[in-house]
């Protein structure tokens, strides 16, 4: 499995996003209960929001993004997908350690 982070820069303020904003809280929602929406979440500095996904691909992952309410409502004006593989950290050294 690959990690990406996405980051969606939008072409609408908070307000303009309120009406597709409960598809794609239940789109998150059901994404991070399937285990492929690892982290999401604004950027307060900016008209943004990142995202973590696990997915098996870059086709997997674009499907998902393609199905992204507020991708789907042209509400995104530029997508940005790096993959990732992290390595170090906090939350890589709690994933190594044995369940109690």
């Given at each position: 499995?690959?990690?990406?982070?996405?980051?969606?820069?939008?072409?609408?303020?908070?307000a303009g996003r309120q009406e597709?904003?409960?598809?794609?809280?239940?789109?998150?929602?059901?994404?991070?209960?399937?285990?492929?929406?690892?982290?999401?979440?604004?950027?307060?500095?900016?008209?943004?929001?990142?995202?973590?996904?696990?997915?098996?691909?870059?086709?997997?992952?674009?499907?998902?993004?393609?199905?992204?309410?507020?991708?789907?409502?042209?509400?995104?004006?530029?997508?940005?997908?790096?993959?990732?593989?992290?390595?170090?950290?906090?939350?890589?050294?709690?994933?190594?350690?044995?369940?109690?």
């Amino acid at each position: 499995m690959a990690k990406f982070v996405v980051e969606f820069q939008y072409n609408v303020d908070r307000a303009g996003r309120q009406e597709l904003h409960p598809a794609h809280a239940e789109n998150l929602r059901g994404l991070a209960d399937d285990g492929v929406l690892l982290l999401a979440g604004p950027l307060p500095e900016a008209n943004a929001g990142l995202l973590l996904y696990e997915v098996e691909d870059r086709d997997a992952l674009q499907k998902l993004l393609d199905a992204e309410p507020y991708v789907r409502g042209g509400l995104v004006a530029e997508t940005r997908v790096r993959q990732w593989t992290p390595g170090k950290g906090s939350w890589i050294a709690a994933l190594d350690r044995p369940a109690a």
